[in-house]
């Protein structure tokens, strides 16, 4: 039973809000990185997307919520442009969910989900560590509030780190790999309590090499390669009948 979520029955559902990004263009320096994407991902969905390495998933996801500025284009949450939004309340509405947990190593869970509660919310200790504590037994980690994150398997670091962004009630999360850092056993849960989310009317966009769970879990799958949304559809479309001759190779390779 280690693997799975264990998910308590207090579960909320989600008012998961539309995510439409509008020929976004981002660049390092000189290096154009990404080359107009534009995207609909409806309520409640999941979008899975999926490409290379290099072909620019995480750029496009951190330009989504703005760790790094877009060129040009805009993304539109449940309608309106986020161009102008406070980024602190950009990123409590777009919850984001790293490859490397990135939780604070000196506290707790309990405190590592409160702590933007406190600052960007500006709860109470008592109504932060409440709501806390509510959303640790939500990804079945009542018993760990206290560990810090050395305690913890990267399994249950993970879940910390999606408890934390979900505390925040976000319309939309994003995830970026989040089980290519987990040993095997590790991922299955992980997996599974993203897919409740998904089924609880969250709004995702989840970048994945897990193939099973793009076909399985996904609305629409996106297929990216060199800073290019080359085939959008469903999972039958995608992967059992790629159109284009760099998705067929790239699922030759993964597959
Ligand atoms: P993916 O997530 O699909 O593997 P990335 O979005 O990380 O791709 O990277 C896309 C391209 O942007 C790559 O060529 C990468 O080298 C480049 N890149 C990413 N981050 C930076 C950065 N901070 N500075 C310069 N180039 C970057
Ligand atoms: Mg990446």
Not at 3 to 17: E, K
Not at 95 to 104: C, D, E, Y
Not at 125 to 137: C, G, I, Q, T
Not at 217 to 239: K, N, R, S
Request: aromatic share 4%.
């Amino acid at each position: 039973m280690s693997t799975s979520a264990n998910v308590s029955s207090d579960l909320l559902t989600f008012r998961g809000s539309s995510l439409e990004i509008k020929d976004l263009t981002m660049a390092f320096g000189d290096i154009h990185v990404l080359r107009g994407v534009s995207l609909s991902i409806a309520p409640g969905t999941t979008t899975c997307i999926i490409g290379p390495s290099g072909s620019g998933k995480s750029t496009l996801l951190r330009g989504i919520n703005r760790l790094h500025e877009p060129s040009s284009g805009d993304v539109l949450l449940d309608g309106e442009s986020t161009l102008n939004l406070n980024p602190d309340v950009l990123r409590s509405r777009i919850g984001m969910v790293f490859q490397h947990f990135n939780l604070f190593p000196d506290h707790t869970s309990l405190e590592n989900v409160a702590l933007a509660l406190r600052s960007v919310k500006g709860m109470s200790k008592a109504e932060a560590r409440e709501r806390a504590s509510r959303r640790l037994a939500e990804v079945g980690l009542a018993e760990r509030a206290d560990h810090r994150p050395r305690d913890l398997s990267g399994g249950q670091q993970q879940r910390v780190a999606i408890a934390r962004a979900l505390a925040m009630e976000p319309e939309v999360m994003l995830f970026d790999e989040a089980t290519s850092a987990l040993d095997p056993e590790l991922v299955k849960g992980v997996l599974t309590l993203m897919a409740g989310l998904c089924e609880r009317g969250m709004t995702m966009a989840v970048v994945t090499h897990e193939m099973g769970f793009a076909r399985r879990v996904a609305d629409q799958v996106v297929f990216m390669d060199e800073g290019e949304v080359v085939e959008v559809g469903t999972p039958a479309d995608l992967f059992d009948n790629p159109q284009s001759e760099r998705l067929q190779r790239f699922l030759s390779e993964v597959l």
